[in-house]
């Protein structure tokens, strides 16, 4: 990250999570895709601070980078896998606030990506009153449809059976934009190298991206400013997927980006920087 970089630890529900925390100025909370760590938004964050002020709290979720699992997580919610934990949206969601608690961080601007915008919109449920603005980049309000909860049953067989480096090799080459796979072909390789979630945490976070809530209803109590973020080659999420956070009484400003896939914000970060801090600058106190 930017600047001069504070490594951080917190303790919620018993396990041991890892955040880090850059720059001064207005706190904007940087939420990550699985099965990567914070340094997916380390190239986004270095062009954000290179021209305003930005305090960037940038954790590693649950399970993912140097956080733990942790051991209580709850069995059974996953009905096509019975028997595999579940890490829940209100787990995360639960993971962020008290983050903010440890902070003393009343309220913020908030980035998620994937999985990062599911946990936004539990935010948006539990603790509205803290979100300044949202911004979702390749993430979506929609639940799993039932071909997508079947994907998951397949990938927790396939951990389970065979461990994570063929699911995490396939995932490199769909999710990553053809553009970029073939622009920088190292990028298939750096972003590789941050896929290092266990067995354990890799069935835990298919479990709860299967069953995470419908949130489509629940946006029309966001009040505050929404930027959405698609990209044009993401096979996971769609720019029409993305056009129900037009329905926000706060207003939505949707961009495409059609040359990137589901790691826009890694693929292309001068254009999802530069989109981050229009919107941000637009932010009244």
Known sequence: MAGECMKGWYEPGGARLAFEETGEGEPVVFL?????DHDY??????RLQEVRGVRAIVPDLRGHGASELGARLPVGGFREV???PVLTMTQLGTDVLELLDRLEISEACFVGCSIGGYVLMELVRRAPERIKGLAFVCSKAQPDAAANRARRMANIEQVRAEGTDGFFDGLAQSLIGATARSARPEIVGELRARMTISVEA???VQAG????PDSVADIA???????????GED????????????????????HVIED????????KPDEVAGMLGEWLSRQKD
């Open 209 to 212: 991206l299967a069953t995470r």
């Open 32 to 36: 990550h895709p699985t099965p990567l």
């Open 235 to 254: 096979p996971g999420v769609t720019a029409a997927e993305m056009e129900a956070f037009k329905a926000a009484p706060g207003g939505c400003s949707l």
């Open 41 to 46: 938004w380390r190239p986004v964050v270095e």
């Open 202 to 204: 890799a069935v835990a």
């Open 221 to 231: 109590s966001i009040r505050v400013p929404v930027l959405a973020i698609a990209g």
């Open 260 to 267: 990137a896939g589901h790691f826009a914000a890694y693929e």
């Open 82 to 84: 019975a028997d595999a």
